[in-house]
Every structure is written in structure tokens, then in C-alpha cells.
Antibody, heavy 119, light 107 residues
Framework: EVQLVESGGGLVQPGRSLRLSCTTS????????VAWVRQAPGKGLEWVAF??????????EYAASVKGRFTLSRDDSKSIAYLQMNSLKTEDTAVYYC??????????WGQGTLVTVSS | DIHMTQSPSSVSASVGDRVTITCRAS??????LVWYQQKPGGAPKLLIY???SLQSWVPSRFSGSGSGTDFSLTINSLQPEDFATYYC?????????FGGGTKVEIK
């Protein structure tokens, strides 16, 4: 069974950092791209970041709203993806989902982790 | 960026009804269109990819169609478990973008 489990969310002050983890199982992690999508309270879905598999260069894409502040990385030996979030803003408050990507479709999602940025 | 416009933003329907949701892209995306279902408090789930291919778990009452800029998701004979919010997403190019969502509510 394909599983993705996010962790690392919580309450953080503006300007601080947080690292989210996406721990996966049930598939060969290194063969897939991984994406993060967020959902602010009561709002729709917003794509945040994407990391290709090493077979496709291991390169990243970021939404303009997080570029330069967020970094997506992966540890294929542990089947985990990390989203390092720096210089957090109140508008980054959201549930963050990680997803397994095929093409640019998000086929499997985790349950999400809540990040609250507030003083 | 490719802008995705969904309509309606909400629809009230009864069990057994047929519901159609439309999604329009601001430029040609061929069939690079994905539909997701999200229930309250839950994560989105992929329903349809490549505009019309059903994910394995999805009942056949769901169907997707369209190409270019205009797409639709149809639910035939709405069931109680189908009341949810549906999102379209273009899978053509970065940044990936979603429609604003359509909430299917019980009439």
C-alpha cells in the first residue's frame, strides 16, 4: 500500500524556520517525483514545490510565493522528502500535503501537517 | 502562469442527480488536466488524470472529458459519498495551478 506521512508541522513565529518531512512506504521512492501542496484554512489548494527523481535530474520547481525561502530535498536511502521552510510569513499558515507525482499529476497524497505562523 | 477557472463554485444536488463541473484553462493544455476529490477534514484524492482516465479506485459513474482549454467532470447518479469539493489542476507546465474548487452539497 502506498503511504505518505507528513510530520514536522506546528506553531512558529514569523521569520523563523521549520522543516517538514514526508516519510513514504509501499513504493520505490527513488523512482518518483514528489510535490508539496498547501491549503490555507478554508481556502483552496496551492502548489508549493516539486522535486524530480534523480533519473530525471533531481531538479526542483517552486511557486513564486516561496521561491528563495523554501527548499525541497530528498533522501532516497530513507524514502523521505524534506521541505525546509525559512523566513516564514503569516501567509504561509496552511495544511501542507506531500504527494507522489507521476507526470505532473499528484496520484497519492499524505494526510497533511498543519503549519501555523503567528507571533 | 496558466489560470484555471472552475464553475460553478458550488452546486446543490440530490442523490441520483447528474452533476457536471467545468474547468477552463487560460491557454491550451492539451489533455494535461487532473481532477481531485476532497472530503471535509481529509486530503485530496486523485479521481481522473489526463482529462479522462479514471484512477483505479474511482467508480464508473465519474467521467472526465475535454481537451485544449475546456474540460468537464460529470458524476452520474450522485451517491451520498460523492458530496465533497472537487478541484481541477493543470499538469501541463510549472507553476502547477488548481481551479478554485466546486463544492457539491446535498439539496
Amino acid at each position: 500500500e502506498v503511504q505518505l506521512v507528513e510530520s514536522g508541522g506546528g506553531l512558529v513565529q514569523p521569520g523563523r524556520s521549520l522543516r517538514l518531512s514526508c516519510t513514504t512506504s509501499g513504493f520505490t521512492f527513488r523512482d518518483y517525483g514528489v510535490a508539496w501542496v498547501r491549503q490555507a484554512p478554508g481556502k483552496g489548494l496551492e502548489w508549493v514545490a516539486f522535486l524530480r527523481s534523480k533519473a530525471f535530474g533531481g531538479t526542483t520547481e517552486y511557486a513564486a510565493s516561496v521561491k528563495g525561502r523554501f527548499t525541497l530535498s530528498r533522501d532516497d536511502s530513507k524514502s523521505i522528502a524534506y521541505l525546509q521552510m525559512n523566513s516564514l510569513k503569516t501567509e504561509d499558515t496552511a495544511v501542507y500535503y506531500c504527494a507522489r507525482v507521476t507526470g505532473y499529476s499528484l496520484h497519492y497524497w499524505g494526510q497533511g501537517t498543519l503549519v501555523t505562523v503567528s507571533s | 502562469d496558466i489560470h484555471m477557472t472552475q464553475s460553478p463554485s458550488s452546486v446543490s444536488a440530490s442523490v441520483g442527480d447528474r452533476v457536471t463541473i467545468t474547468c477552463r484553462a487560460s491557454q491550451d493544455i492539451s489533455t494535461w488536466l487532473v481532477w481531485y476529490q476532497q472530503k471535509p477534514g481529509g486530503a485530496p484524492k486523485l479521481l481522473i488524470y489526463a482529462a479522462s482516465s479514471l484512477q483505479s479506485w474511482v467508480p464508473s459513474r465519474f467521467s472526465g472529458s475535454g481537451s485544449g482549454t475546456d474540460f468537464s467532470l460529470t458524476i452520474n447518479s450522485l451517491q451520498p459519498e460523492d458530496f465533497a469539493t472537487y478541484y481541477c489542476q493543470q499538469a501541463d507546465s510549472f507553476p502547477l495551478t488548481f481551479g478554485g474548487g466546486t463544492k457539491v452539497e446535498i439539496k
